[in-house]
T-cell receptor, first 108, second 113 residues
Framework: AQRVTQPEKLLSVFKGAPVELKCNYS??????LFWYVQYSRQRLQLLLR??SRESIKGFTADLNKGETSFHLKKPFAQEEDSAMYYC??????????FGTGTQLKVEL | EPEVTQTPSHQVTQMGQEVILRCVPI?????FYWYRQILGQKVEFLVS????????KSEIFDDQFSVERPDGSNFTLKIRSTKLEDSAMYFC???????????FGSGTRLTVV
């Protein structure tokens, strides 16, 4: 079975502070991991995927197979980063399994 | 940038009524999906559709649900007899191939009263 855990419902940081949104997964094979972002009243948008290993809007995420984690990081939070962030995985098919999401609030 | 379009944005229906949620996927995409999100809960997979048939469905997608691609552009989700617990945000998505280029619509909020 596929499972994604995001332990924090809400993460509040000050502008300029580092951000880490936690994501742990459970899957017996080789998963593909994603981070999606949903800004206020907008659609789910792909932020990044582990196979592309690129940095989007200053965010990075490294797949740690030993710890089964895919934490999302950014060194300096910006006000416009305030949004809902979802970690998701697929296990070889096209179905995405989502975590419950973390609301990031960047305060001035 | 191409978008997945969903209509209506909000629908209110009485319990027991049939409802059809509509989606226009991106034109060159081949895979189509429906997800739902009950308020306060995670986004859950309902069904995937490829080559005019269901390729995968979840246990949520029971006999009350059906999907159809009635023409070359629309992709619909029908709920035959709505229940209160069907109240949720329903997201349509499409992709050209697998999970590459997976694009979501802005969702339809269904409220069953």
């Amino acid at each position: 079975a596929q499972r994604v855990t995001q332990p924090e419902k809400l993460l509040s940081v000050f502008k300029g502070a580092p951000v880490e949104l936690k994501c742990n997964y459970s899957y017996s094979g080789s998963p593909e991991l994603f981070w999606y972002v949903q800004y206020s009243r907008q659609r789910l948008q792909l932020l990044l995927r582990h196979i592309s290993r690129e940095s989007i809007k200053g965010f990075t995420a490294d797949l740690n197979k030993g710890e089964t984690s895919f934490h999302l990081k950014k060194p300096f939070a910006q006000e416009e980063d305030s949004a809902m962030y979802y970690c998701a995985l697929t296990g070889g098919g096209n179905k995405l399994t989502f975590g419950t999401g973390t609301q990031l609030k960047v305060e001035l | 940038e191409p978008e997945v379009t969903q209509t209506p944005s909000h629908q209110v229906t009485q319990m027991g009524q049939e409802v059809i949620l509509r989606c226009v996927p991106i034109s060159n995409h081949l895979y189509f999906y429906w997800y739902r999100q009950i308020l306060g809960q995670k986004v859950e997979f309902l069904v995937s559709f490829y080559n005019n048939e269901i390729s995968e469905k979840s246990e949520i997608f029971d006999d009350q649900f059906s999907v159809e691609r009635p023409d070359g552009s629309n992709f619909t989700l029908k709920i035959r007899s709505t229940k209160l617990e069907d109240s949720a945000m329903y997201f349509c998505a499409s992709s050209p191939k697998g999970t590459d280029g997976y694009t979501f619509g802005s969702g339809t909020r269904l409220t069953v009263v």
